[in-house]
């Protein structure tokens, strides 16, 4: 059985910093691709960014230049490391598994696994 355990979400004033971290067991790491979603009350989930297991990375437009995502395939483990943060950054941050593809997956419905999700909320 697959499992996805996040941490690392909180509290933080706008322009601040956090990061995220992903653990995932049950399931030879390399051959997955890790993505991070969010999702804000009343909102739909939203594609963050995600990263195969070579390294290749792609985000949401919006979040280019403020947010990293990176893996450490030793430790079965992606982060998201996000800067310069704003209120509209607030919601629940969920981190995803898909299994590797040539391209990198966007939508919730390619992922197949999900962690329980952490709360980032960022005050004005």
């Known amino acids: 059985q697959v499992q996805l355990v996040e941490s690392g979400g909180g509290l933080v004033q706008a322009g601040g910093s956090l990061s995220l971290s992903c653990v995932v067991s049950?399931?030879?790491?390399?051959?997955?691709?890790m993505g991070w979603f969010r999702q804000a009350p009343g909102k739909e989930r939203e594609f963050v960014a995600a990263?195969?297991?070579?390294?290749?990375?792609h985000y949401t437009d919006s979040m280019k230049g403020r947010f990293t995502i990176s893996r450490d395939n030793a430790k079965n483990t992606v982060y998201l490391k996000m800067n310069s943060l704003k209120p509209e950054d607030t919601a629940v941050y969920y981190c995803?598994?898909?299994?590797?593809?040539?391209?990198?997956?966007?939508?919730?419905?390619?992922?197949?696994?999900w962690g329980q999700g952490t709360q980032v909320t960022v005050s004005s």
């Open positions: 990263i195969s297991w070579s390294g290749s990375t």
């Open positions: 049950g399931r030879a790491f390399s051959t997955l691709t």
């Open positions: 995803a598994a898909a299994l590797a593809r040539i391209s990198i997956p966007t939508t919730p419905a390619q992922y197949l696994y």
